[in-house]
């Protein structure tokens, strides 16, 4: 257990709608980042949180926006869902996300899955 | 459990063999390199980094090889073991900790 937790752990719904998914980092980390992993894309970089504010963008769409709370808690919202938004999102965490390397730690995941 | 990846390379190999698994990176400013492990149904489990003036690092049962003039990059596996069986992934830092991953190699251990 890396001691990121995620919800919900499988999300179904329909194209056109919006969806939240939740990560809570480990206790005393300060940067989440999102990943998302599909099947012909592999596993990719979206977006990093510090402390609250947006410190990276990656391969992140418009439809998508995420942030992070006081708490440190995050959440990735996804909207105007399209069939190819279907994927694992992960959510990571770092103690600090200074410019130099910081290991990450990744939650189990939450499948969503566009009919 | 849930694939994460149909397409993947594959590397089949015995239980108490060495396995060895490949990765070529892109950017030469990159200055960390990470294996990640992923299991089935799971998220990507660290298993060693390397800094980029490193040219090996070793593990417990695990060696990291960096290249960088050809760009390449290893994860040597001593005595593998069924328990090992999973997707295994390279990736690159980038810049403030943002990863850039390979595409996975699926190791599979027979007993």
């Known amino acids: 257990d890396s001691g990121v937790t995620q919800t919900p752990k499988h999300l179904i719904t329909a194209t056109g709608q919006r969806v939240t998914l939740r990560c809570s980092p480990r206790?005393?980390?300060?940067?989440v980042y999102w990943y998302q992993q599909s099947l012909d894309q592999g596993l990719q970089f979206l977006i990093q949180?510090?402390?609250?504010?947006?410190?990276a963008k990656g391969n992140i769409l418009e439809r998508f926006s995420a942030q992070q709370f006081p708490d440190l808690h995050s959440e990735l919202n996804l909207s105007s869902l399209e069939l190819g938004d279907s994927a694992l999102y992960f959510c990571?965490?770092?103690?600090?996300?200074?410019?130099?390397?910081?290991?990450?730690?990744f939650g189990p995941g939450t499948r969503l899955t566009v009919l | 459990g849930e694939s994460v990846g149909l397409h993947l390379p594959t590397l089949s190999v015995q239980e108490g063999d060495n396995s060895i698994i490949n990765c070529a990176y892109s950017?030469?400013?990159?200055?960390?390199f990470i294996w990640y492990k992923q299991e089935s149904g799971k998220g990507p489990q660290f298993i060693i980094d390397?800094?980029?003036?490193?040219d090996k690092r070793q593990g417990q049962r695990v060696t990291v090889l960096l290249n960088k003039t050809v760009k390449h990059l290893s994860l040597q596996i001593a005595a593998t073991q069924p328990g090992d069986s999973a997707v295994y992934f390279c990736?690159?830092?980038?810049?403030?900790?943002?990863?850039?991953f390979g595409k996975g190699t699926m190791l599979l251990v027979s007993p």
């Open positions: 990571a965490s770092s103690f600090v996300g200074g410019n130099s390397y910081n290991e990450q730690f």
């Open positions: 206790s005393g980390d300060l940067s």
């Open positions: 949180y510090y402390n609250g504010e947006e410190r």
């Open positions: 950017n030469s400013a990159s200055d960390y």
């Open positions: 390397i800094r980029s003036n490193m």
């Open positions: 990736a690159e830092n980038s810049g403030y900790s943002t990863l850039t």
